[in-house]
């Protein structure tokens, strides 16, 4: 409750000794002559005590947002209300030097001033009133009750003992266990969300392309995403060339496969497309950017959750940019929303108690608030963006718990998926989890998140928390992999335009005869000695390997010469072939596949002396022997010296059985296949 009063000579006394006295420095309001400020700040209020009949007050950290030049005794009326004190519970009473703080609950100022009510602003004694504080963003209030000669100059829920932070050998143990966390997830999520490899998923499941993206940036090996690939360039040809694409057996149209917010579809394709080292604007004649970036696409995924973000994390996973013109939506614009919501995003965080909004939103914002970057036009305000970027990592860093943990979705702490979100954050902003160095302060009592990480991925018995794995834990294993890669000098999660894949020796795909003319676009890596990691330097330097303004087109590359193909003289007789094959089988003689969906069937086949898979794939022929199953693909790769696998990727027409037959240099092996 604020009443109006005057302040006696002895609490005006009392304030001056404690300020010139007091231990800690004074904190000076800030200048009131300024002009009217627009905007929105959060600020973090903490009140605790004891009086001498056992009453007591702890509020714990209290979180308000409130306008741009609110003076302290409105924002500790609001949160104390939001702490469930009515206007009766708190006694604000203003004077001829502000209004103060002089009741919560049941303990007032002492009647002889011996324990009274002390105002503190980050850590030290305010030199002002509480009413004639002007407060910043990321301000802490402390309101202790208090007696003169007392050292405390913060509530406990701000304590923060530096002392304890990670030195380098406990640093080296939490990223070693971080690694080691990474690559249990990535299995366990592996074997939940693809299992055994025989459905092969494509862009009518954009989730199961998020999650291949989020295995590939953990450097999870597996072929399995050759086959998933393979697929969705196959899909999007079919889109380019007829408008629709057969799922499940019936053909759908792009607009059913975009579904309800298509822009976050196209984002995940391009994600995973990118991270396979493929160029999202040439997938099967299929240019995913442009569509993407189509304002039309834009507007019809307005309500989607977190649009821009994820847009702006797609763009820049290849630094792709959108076509020019009135029609495409640009970078420009998706970071001018991103930080105009910043506001917004704090107050949702603070409306659901999770932080998640705030940490989704900065995850694309590094380069934008911390490079001198051009972006397509000169229209974006860098200062909007530079205050909403420290806006952001403010709130994380200050909603933070002492023991190092973060609330989520009510009274929970240690939420495994806010938690997720947040480390995501740090990595995409290149902050080390476990050094202070920088000015961040995302150690908490010598709590870091790798620690918060540990207690959901048991590394000794190789076990996944239950509940994490009940719903989405590839966010954490990209919380994992993003923390992970700040802390060894990577590019970052999400940029992965320089992602170490290379091209074969041998072609992966067996073609069906040989080209006739040069290929229409150029390989999507280049040169060919492309260094299997990044360059260690710190995160801010640009990689020595490339140059950091990748051309928004690839260059496409030119057709050789044609000369004439000697004619095949009558004496020249066809060479025969060096390769002896000595075993075929098959990596598993039965195979299920539902009416519509795509199935792979593996061979081993094994030469009596090394061979490239090249020679092998020629020498194999496939074969079915009903109409109810197609063979889409063949592929081959060498899996040892003289062993080469052979995938072949089969389509289920009809239901009923067939048999795919592999013959080999006079070897042959059988597999049947189940179409349900």
């Known amino acids: 409750m604020i009443k109006k009063k005057w302040m006696s000579s002895l609490l005006a006394a009392a304030l001056a000794f404690t300020t010139v006295f007091g231990a800690g420095v004074t904190v000076k309001a800030a200048d009131e002559t300024g002009d009217a400020q627009t905007g929105k700040i959060t600020v973090y209020v903490a009140a605790e005590g004891e009086d001498d009949k056992g009453h007591t007050v702890d509020t714990g950290k209290i979180a308000v947002q409130v306008d741009k030049g609110t003076k302290g005794d409105v924002a500790v009326a609001q949160a104390l209300q939001k702490a469930g004190y009515t206007e009766s519970d708190y006694l604000i009473e203003d004077s001829e030097y502000g209004a103060n703080l002089n009741k919560i609950g049941d303990i007032a100022n002492a009647a002889d001033w011996s324990k009274y009510w002390g105002f503190y602003i980050n850590g030290a004694y305010a030199s002002a009133s509480l009413g004639k504080t002007t407060l910043q963003d990321n301000d802490k209030i402390s309101y202790l009750y208090t007696y003169y000669g007392d050292t405390a100059v913060q509530a406990k829920v701000f304590d923060d003992d530096a002392s304890l932070n990670p030195d380098s050998d406990k640093t080296a143990s939490l990223l070693a266990n971080a690694k080691a966390q990474q690559e249990v997830l990535a299995d366990a999520i592996f074997k939940k969300v693809f299992g055994d490899g025989q459905t092969v998923y494509g862009i009518e499941t954009p989730d199961a392309l998020y999650v291949a993206f989020s295995l590939l940036r953990a450097d999870y090996k597996s072929d399995y995403f050759d086959e998933m690939y393979a697929n969705v360039e196959s899909q999007l040809k079919s889109l380019a060339d007829t408008g629709s694409v057969t799922v499940e057996g019936e053909a759908k149209d792009e607009a059913v496969i975009a579904g309800k917010y298509p822009e976050l579809t196209y984002a995940k394709i391009v994600l995973f497309v990118t991270a396979m080292g493929k160029d999202a604007r040439k997938v099967g004649g299929y240019n995913l950017i442009e569509k993407m970036a189509q304002k039309s696409t834009y507007e019809a995924s307005s309500e ?99 023991d190092g943990t973060w609330s989520g979705y009510g009274t929970e702490t240690n939420n495994v998926w806010t938690l997720a979100q947040i480390m995501t954050a740090m990595g995409q902003l290149r902050i080390n989890p476990c050094s202070e160095t920088d000015g961040t302060d995302f150690i908490k009592n010598g709590v870091t998140v790798l620690d918060d990480a540990a207690v959901f991925v048991d590394v000794e018995n190789k076990k996944v928390d239950d509940n994490l794995m009940s719903y989405q834990p590839e966010q954490l294993l990209r919380g994992l992999t993003a923390v992970i890669r700040a802390m060894e000098g990577k590019d970052s999660l ?73 004619a ?109």
């Open 304 to 402: 989607a959750y977190m649009l821009d973000n994820t847009m702006l994390l797609a763009l820049d996973s290849g630094n792709y940019f959108p076509p020019a013109g009135d029609d495409y939506i640009t970078k420009t614009d998706l970071v001018n929303n991103i930080a105009a919501k910043m506001d917004d995003s704090i107050a949702q965080a603070l409306a659901w108690n999770s932080v998640d909004s705030v940490a989704m939103a900065l995850q694309p914002l590094y380069k934008y608030a911390t490079d001198d970057i051009l972006l397509e036009d000169t229209s974006s305000n860098r200062t909007a963006v530079q205050e909403a970027y420290k806006k952001g990592i403010h709130f994380l860093e200050s909603t933070q718990n002492a």
């Open 494 to 566: 999400y940029d992965v335009r320089y992602t170490g894949v290379t091209p074969s020796v041998t072609p992966s795909v067996v073609p069906s005869e040989a080209p006739s003319e040069a290929p229409s676009q150029s390989p999507a890596v280049s040169p060919s000695n492309v260094p299997s990691e990044t360059s260690s330097a710190a995160p801010s330097q640009s990689p020595a390997v490339s140059p950091s303004n990748v051309p928004s087109q690839t260059p496409v590359a030119s057709a050789p010469a044609k000369t004439a193909t000697p």
């Open 568 to 676: 095949a003289t009558a004496s020249a007789a066809p060479a025969k072939s060096k390769v002896k094959v000595t075993k075929v089988k098959a990596v598993k003689t039965k195979v299920t596949v539902k009416k519509g969906k795509k199935a792979v069937v593996k061979w081993n086949v094994t030469t009596a002396k090394k061979a490239s898979a090249a020679s092998v794939a020629k020498l194999v022929k496939v074969s079915v022997n009903k109409k109810n199953v197609k063979v889409v693909k063949k592929s081959a790769k060498t899996k040892k010296a003289k062993v080469t696998q052979i995938t072949v990727t089969v389509k289920g027409v009809k239901k009923g059985n067939a048999v795919v037959t592999l013959k080999a240099d006079k070897k042959k092996s059988k597999v049947k296949v189940v179409v349900r």
